[in-house]
């Protein structure tokens, strides 16, 4: 049995697995990571963790997770595993997430993808597929403010900029409602960028969405993208299971 664990700056997502079955699954402020999350009584072979909340969050729960008495890997991107290559300037410096994220596609995928993570910060990475080799890359991707990083950079810093609920509307005629279509469109219009970008060296690209703000994304989708796009909420987890397994 592993317990698998994925630390988001807003959240932490955890999952209780073997080969067969999935036993546990849940998540909690990443904030609350002091409290007593992980109440079982069965043995654990091992604890697989992608944290990128920093390193203070990582010594506390190096703490909490000693009653388990097993090992304990905080995972970091590697320059090349299995069948994906990791082509960032510093492989190391690759956010887990996002690499254990293109890990997970490597094994399901075997097509070119651009992975989109929608949660605290913005990822859009590509991730090629060279079918002759059966081998992934990755390539690259950008980092934006997610909704709620921008909805506060803007309050935080500006007079009249409320942080306060809108929705998606073309042309927005309100506040509320130019920020969250300020943010939704400059989403699509990123993903737009590595999808064509993407698409220039094949012909055949998916997109998958993921995080806590996927749907709002998947609902505002580009018609012209729509038939490429699917949702995969656990990818970073999806990831750790395939490096216990590797
Ligand atoms: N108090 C909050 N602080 C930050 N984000 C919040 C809060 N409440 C709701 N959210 C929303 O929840 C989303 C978090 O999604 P998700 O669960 O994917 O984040 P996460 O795993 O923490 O992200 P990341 O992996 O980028 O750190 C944010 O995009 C934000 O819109
Ligand atoms: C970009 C985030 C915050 C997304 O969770 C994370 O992957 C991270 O902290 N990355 C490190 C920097 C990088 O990936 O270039």
Redesign the pocket.
Known sequence: MFLLIDI????T?WMLRDKDRIYKHDSFL?EDIDQDHFEFDVAIKKILISN??GFEKEAILKIKLKKFSCPVEFIKAHKKLNHLINNYQDATKLGT?RWLSALSVSHEIKKTTVIV?????VTIDYVSFDEKKSQHTFEGGVILP???LTKNALANNTADLKNSEGVVQMPPINTANAIESGFVLSVLGNIKSLFDLASSESQDVEIILS???AELIDQHMYKSLKKYVSIKKDLVLEGLFIFASH
Request: hydrophobic fraction near 25%; glycine fraction near 24%.
């Open positions: 988001g700056n807003t959240r997502k990443t990128v909340a997430d993570s929608v949660g605290t910060a997610g909704l709620h995080g806590g703000d």
